[in-house]
């Protein structure tokens, strides 16, 4: 089976610019997340959905981030401007339903990874 | 919420060596812990999960077990290799009912030749 698909794998781009990363989830998985990887702020959720629908975006660093979800089978986080600081590996993530306390595995793309100039 | 706290790297050791990192966690009632992996230039994966207490999960030769009692799960090798040069990273659902995870901030090791 196809895991997560994320492109583009390598953005760089100079400040100012719009940057689109798109991600196509596991087929049949009912949540969706998007996470932000620095070496200072390590690993960081920034939304996730439930069946297209956006659950939690406090992780959202301000307005020039925006996420949706137009469909089961893709998602877009977009930042517009994007700025030096945003230079990160941004993951997206797949899970079916967890059952209360026990969870279930996530399951993520292999990445993007962006470069604000 | 739910936390976990692992202790911080850079971990070095040699071929062969044994591996233990550290993980203790703060959670309401009983849930599902879980040790993730990211080797270099990868997203993050399943490595190995507990599901109730006293569980051990185990996957390419790490273990981990669930104590309840010292609210622990920490992930040990017997012999690690070169190829386990990674971030290992703990985690637990974020709350009751939580369909999200929880991670520590990650453990990075090196093995060396």
């Known amino acids: 089976d196809a895991g997560v698909i994320q492109s583009p794998r390598h953005e760089v781009t100079e400040m100012g610019q719009e940057v689109t990363l798109r991600c196509k989830p596991i087929s049949g998985h009912d949540y969706l997340f998007w996470y932000r990887q620095t070496m200072m702020r390590g690993l960081e959720l920034l939304i996730y959905?439930?069946?297209?629908?956006?659950?939690?975006d406090s992780g959202m660093p301000e307005d020039r981030f925006s996420a949706k979800m137009p469909n089961a089978s893709f998602s877009t986080l977009k930042i517009q401007p994007s700025e030096p600081r945003d230079s990160a590996v941004y993951f997206c993530a797949s899970s079916l339903p967890g059952q209360g306390l026990r969870g279930n595995t996530i399951y993520f793309g292999e990445g993007s990874w962006l470069t604000v100039v | 919420g739910n936390s976990v706290t692992q202790m911080e790297g850079p971990v070095t050791l040699s071929e062969e060596a044994f591996l233990t990192i550290n993980c203790t966690y703060t959670?309401?009632?009983?849930?599902?812990l879980f040790w993730y992996v990211q080797y270099p230039g990868e997203g993050l994966q399943l490595l190995l999960k507990?599901?109730?207490?006293?569980d051990k999960g185990s996957n390419k030769g790490f273990e981990a077990t669930y104590r309840k009692e010292t609210t622990s799960f920490h992930l040990e090798k017997g012999s690690v290799q070169v190829s386990d040069s990674a971030v290992y990273f703990c985690a637990l659902p974020s709350g009751a009912g939580s369909y999200q995870l929880t991670f520590g901030k990650g453990t990075k090791l090196s093995v060396i030749p």
């Open positions: 507990a599901t109730k207490a006293d």
């Open positions: 959670a309401t009632g009983y849930p599902s």
């Open positions: 959905f439930n069946n297209n629908v956006p659950i939690d």
